[in-house]
T-cell receptor, first 111, second 117 residues
């Protein structure tokens, strides 16, 4: 059973516009959420995270929003740049141990 | 600033052979994790260590898999009698001691790609 779901396999955005990547989860025990970015032939790179006690966390061009009642989080990238083209994984953690990942969304930023 | 390193980066082996992978975590990170990633999927948790103690193992980790972290530093993941279904990217990650909500982030190595023929 997939506890973390990224329902959009891919997303294409024009350079300079906003990219919005979505993620849904089912397990109420998850209390920390993370986004990772992955380039081919590299390991995932940590991007931004949010605790369940918050509903928003911002770091430069990246903002993560958490809606606990809907069990939904999203990553906003503004403005999108061609170098942002990568696979983005949403991950959730119960009590700071293992991470449970979604299947990923391929983001393509067109110049 | 040394990140997580993994060796080898690629391994091709024949079915039935044993393979061993190594992971060196970020210095002073006391927690170390192993994940497996197959094409089109996100990483799946295999096991994790806090210092030298193996604290959790996934159901994915069959009896043919064993992981160690002697002295709480580097870790090895061994797969015995490899099968074609073991072909995947094996990722290692480390994180510092958990203090409240600090230390939740895990930092990944480049992975070892295993191909079983």
């Amino acid at each position: 059973d997939q506890q973390v779901k990224q329902n959009s396999p891919s997303l294409s955005v024009q350079e300079g516009r906003i990219s919005i990547l979505n993620c849904d989860y089912t397990n109420s025990m998850f209390d920390y959420f993370l986004w990772y970015k992955k380039y081919p032939a590299e390991g995932p790179t940590f991007l931004i995270s949010i605790s369940s006690i918050k509903d928003k966390n911002e770091d430069g061009r990246f903002t993560v929003f958490l809606n606990k009642s809907a069990k939904h989080l999203s990553l906003h990238i503004v403005p999108s740049q061609p170098g942002d083209s990568a696979v983005y994984f949403c991950a959730a953690s119960p009590y700071g141990n293992k991470l449970v990942f979604g299947a990923g969304t391929i983001l393509r930023v067109k110049s | 600033d040394t990140g997580v390193s993994q060796d080898p980066r690629h391994k091709i082996t024949k079915r039935g052979q044993n393979v061993t992978f190594r992971c060196d975590p970020i210095s002073e990170h006391n927690r170390l994790y192993w994940y497996r990633q197959t094409l089109g999927q996100g990483p799946e948790f295999l096991t994790y260590f806090q210092n030298e103690a193996q604290l959790e193992k996934s159901r994915l980790l069959s009896d043919r898999f064993s992981a160690e972290r002697p002295k709480g530093s580097f870790s090895t993941l061994e797969i015995q009698r490899t099968e074609q279904g073991d072909s995947a990217m094996y990722l290692c990650a480390s994180s510092p001691e958990l203090r409240g909500r600090a230390g939740m982030e895990q930092y990944f190595g480049p992975g070892t790609r295993l191909t079983v023929t």
